[in-house]
Every structure is written in structure tokens, then in C-alpha cells.
């Protein structure tokens, strides 16, 4: 899966580096510090390279020239194999609203090492951990996994199931792991997206069966006449409709008022079960997550990243009348790292000493903190763009006004957003994973003091960007 964008740096012509000389100019210097920071990195990637494909463990984390690779982290900061320190905000892609080595988890996970690491057997954090889900989401009862793509999977089949039906809605642009249900129009491009009213579903790459793409028809979110529409084309067939409440995969596109609700009584007319995909709003919105945050309850729940406090723990959960296909053998799930206790320890150290009343309270202060920065700074700057905000997240969007859903977000600036990001690394801050489909963590160790260096750094490089920005649209103006 590519993404999308409307230029890319190293193919610029004579042409546009002539029209887009203070774009071109600016990210060229970013990326020549960004080079010179870090040319242990660079070594490390070529190395990875030989053995490993894009030399990185996931697709998401390879970026041009090369990624930087880190040597260790501590609390809100880490630091790269050159030794730079870095205000972190990428914090494993969301799944580390704890921060890094959380004293309350260290020691939880800690005194369980010596009592044995996995046991593929039942063990009595289990209904602690449980328990501790069902108090802060819609759900009775749970069954754990190890990542979020295990969590969708899972909650899928289960609606699949319990419905008697194959196919499953699922939004253009959103992401929700690897299975083949999932990768379907995660990044699709024109022309083979089709219609934005009736988006067409597109594979997300080779190897996902044309059977499985079959059964997943997709709508555009924050559009209910296309669910609408998908529930009539396929009457009696829909299983479920499967989203993330705030499409994070777009850096941040909130819900319009009623979507959400909306979406509950289409799937309740149509007997499909609504799927709530919190693998990051889970934890990040705030103490019950998206159902708290919007009011809205759905009939599964998926929750990994950060809940596991840096540790990989992920869960489903359901009414009873949904989970006891498992109990009744209808519904099979399993899986030899389930449960392992280093897992839960952390879990339950997360869920208890972390994730609290107190420290949402915390990052909220900080979180409305950079969003107002950014704004100010912004504002000063004649940047034109804003900033979406939702608890622990927040994401600088380059857009003159707020994006509705995927086809809108595909209309971002590449070199002006990578003018920013390398921008921040340049500057000591990784204001969020490398990518513009990501946003920022706060974690419940940042503190004022990071807020403040993010935002010095983010006034340095905001007139830059502005004037980048004006050149752009004074090119667009002479050819409109
Ligand atoms: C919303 C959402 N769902 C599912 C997943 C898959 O989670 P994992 O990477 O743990 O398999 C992700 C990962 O980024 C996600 O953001």
C-alpha cells in the first residue's frame, strides 16, 4: 500500500523545481541536516536492506531517504543510534500512551519474569484484566490476542457468525490491520477508487483474494446515504458495519454530528452488528473510550496498542448473546500467546496505574496546550491548515478546511508535510510517526517542558513552511 500525494520531491522536473524553488529549497536543506544528523541510521538501514525487505519489520515503517533507528527510549523522549535525543510523539504509532518503560509497568512485568512468561494454560490475571474492560466499555464479556489485527479479525468472524451473513462494510481509507477483510481501499488511488458515493473496493494489495474483496463493500465515511446505499444493494447480506470512530488513518478526520448515531440505527434496521475499532481510541480518547467520548454504543469492541503499555496485548469484546459462539464451539478462537502473563501484568498495570482519571486529566492539559501553540503559531505564520485534537491526539492538517473523509485527506501537500516533519526531527522532535495519514501521542509522561521545546521548534519551522505554502498556491493561481 502506497500512499497517495500530489508530488514527489525526487521526481520534480526542471520545470517545477524552477516554479517550486522555495518548496524544493526547503525541504532540500531539511533533508541534507536530516542526512548529516544521522548517518548511523542511514548505515543501519543499508545493513537491514540486504536481509530484509524495505529494510524495516512493517511496511509503515520505511520512509525516503531511510528511517532513523533508534538505540533507546525513557519516559516522553528516545534517542537515535547517533546518539540525538528526541521529544517522542510517534510512541509506536499510538500504541504507547504510557510512554516509554512506564515505571508501573516496568515493575509489574518485571516481577512476573521470574515467575514464568508464557504458559498456554488459564491464570488468574485473566478475569482481573477482564474485568478492568468491561468496566470502561460497553462490553460483558472479553477474549484477548496479542494485536489489533488479531482483534478485528476475530470481532469480524464473530458478527459473521452471529448474523449467518458474509459481508462486512467497511469505510474508504480507514485502516484496520492486515487480514484480508481488512485491506480493502486502505489507500486506493484514482481512477480505480470509482465514485465517491459508491466507492469501489479496491484491494490493497496482491495476494488478497478476489473473494474476500467481494465481501467487503465500501462506503465514505461521514456519508450515510453510501452506507445506506451499500445496506440496499445487499439486502439480508451485510454482517457488519466496521470503523474506527475518529478515522485515524487520514492523520485525523472527526465524525460529523449524527454520523456515528446514525450508523447505529442503519446497522439496528438492517439486523447488522456495528463493530467499534478502538485499537488507538480505545485508551487515547479518554477513560471509556470512543462510546464515553461520542455517546454511541456499538455491539463489539476492538481494543489493542495502548492498552498493553508497551507490551502486545489486544482484546474483543461483546454482549453475551455475541461471545458465547465461542463458549457454545461455534465460533473458534485460540492462539499460543494469548493471555501470557508478561502481557497481562502490563496490561493490568496499564489499566490501573496509568490509564487514570487523574493522568487523562494530565494529558488533556497538555494536549489542549500544543493544539492551541500550533494554532497561535500558525495563525502568526499565515499557515493555512488547522489542527484536529481528540484526547491523547492531535495532528497538524494541511488543508484550508476540515476533511470530511479519505479522498479529501488525499489532497495533501507531500513536500510541505515532509518540510515539516523532517523539519521537527531536525529540530529534536518527532512530532509524530513519519507518514501524513498519522497524528500525535501525548503520553502521560510528556511534560510542560516537552510541550514548550515541541512548540519552539514548531515556531521555527512554521514561517518556512508558510512561505513554502504561498508558493504553491501562487503557482495554482497562475494556472487556474
Ligand atoms: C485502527 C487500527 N486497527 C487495527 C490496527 C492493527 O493493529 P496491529 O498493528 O496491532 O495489528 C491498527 C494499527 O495501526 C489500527 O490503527
New binding site residues.
Partial sequence: MRRPGICAFSNYSSRQRKDYHIVYEALRKELETFEKRTPKSAEAHKKNLKRIPLGVASNYRAYDPYPIFVKEAQGSHFRDLDGNDYIDHNLC?GALMAGHCHPAVMKAVESRLKLGTMFGMPHDMEWQLAEEICQRFPVEMVRFGS????A?MHAIRLARAATGRDKVIKFEGA????HDTALVSVKPHAPEFGDVNAPASVPGGLGVPKASIANVPVATFNDLNSVERRFKENPGEIAAVIL?PIL??VGMCMPRPGFLQGLRELCDKNGALLIF?E??TGAKLGWGGASEYFGVQPDIICV??SIGGGFPL?AFGAHPSVMDLISQHKVFHGGTYNTNPVSMAAGLATFREVLTRENYAHVDKLSKKLTEGYRKTAAKAGLQGYVAQAGANGVLMLYPEEIRNYRDWTTIDVDLWRHYWFGMVNRGVMAQPYWWDEQWTISVQHTEADIDKHLAAFAEVAPALAEAQQERFAAAARSA
Fill in positions: 504509532f494485536s489489533g489485527t488479531e478485528t485502516y484496520h490491520g492486515l474506527e485515524m488513518n475499532d485499537v488507538k489493542a496498542k489486544a
